[in-house]
Nanobody, 121 residues
Framework: VQLQASGGGLVQAGGSLRLSCSAS????????MGWFRQAPGKEREFVAA????????TYSDSVKGRFTISKDGAKNTVTLQMSNLKSEDTAVYYC???????????????WGQGTLVTVSS
């Protein structure tokens, strides 16, 4: 079971970036796919999640209205479109899988390696 995150990079404040996460196995309808982030010296925090079966989504308050999580079932990929980026969005972003909808990292049982997003002000 592997998750591969990509798409990170350096972007100016106000810019956009698109992260992708590919799964090495078939993502089942019962699964939840989520994005978390961890800034230097801070704890890992929830960003967004999507229920694979219904495509219902949930976001942290800090990114709501700026980030969009979506899925491509045919490609077994989950995407995080980030817009109007702020310096406080700078972090390593991780994709992860859970069996139930949760904002707690402990509920996610498979993790990607992380991709670095740096927003310059």
């Amino acid at each position: 079971v592997q998750l591969q995150a990509s798409g990170g990079g350096l972007v100016q404040a106000g810019g956009s970036l698109r992260l992708s996460c590919s799964a090495s196995w078939r993502i089942f309808s019962s699964h939840i796919m989520g994005w978390f982030r961890q800034a230097p010296g801070k704890e890992r925090e929830f960003v967004a999640a999507i229920r694979w079966s219904t495509e219902s989504t949930t976001y942290s308050d800090s990114v709501k209205g700026r980030f969009t999580i979506s899925k491509d079932g045919a490609k077994n990929t989950v995407t995080l479109q980030m817009s109007n980026l702020k310096s406080e969005d700078t972090a390593v972003y991780y994709c992860a899988k859970a069996n139930s909808l949760s904002r707690r990292a402990s509920e996610y049982n498979a993790w990607g390696q992380g991709t670095l997003v740096t927003v310059s002000s």
